[in-house]
């Protein structure tokens, strides 16, 4: 549920650059699998598609984040073409919220604790 909230988060507030950015790429992979978890089929179609772009601009990205600014990170934006997935994200008709609490409800052995 995790890596579904932050994709979410991160995206709704900076798009996809800043995800990646934030989380230094580290579950973007896992976020995929998440999404699909959740049976948000188009989210993890699309974070996919983001994770391939991402893949492409990876190394101008290092170039940025060794800068460590936040100049840098603006500046990252106009190197990135992670733009309109952005555009895609906010334009999903999926509810993740609903489908978050669809799945908890089907299976509330899966996320209690003993």
Partial sequence: ???TWVVEGEVN????????WNTD????EDAVDAFEFFSA???????????GIRTH???IMKQHQKQGTLDAFSESY???KLG????????????L????????RESPELFAGD
């Fill in 57 to 59: 601009e990876a190394e």
């Fill in 41 to 51: 089929t188009d989210h993890a179609a699309l974070m996919k598609k983001a994770n």
């Fill in 25 to 28: 790429d580290r579950y973007s």
């Fill in 97 to 104: 919220s609903a489908l978050r609490i669809a799945k908890i």
């Fill in 78 to 80: 106009d190197d990135s």
């Fill in 1 to 3: 549920m995790w890596l």
């Fill in 84 to 95: 309109p997935c952005d555009d895609e994200f906010y334009a999903l008709t999926e509810d």
């Fill in 13 to 20: 507030n900076g798009g996809f650059n800043q995800y990646y």
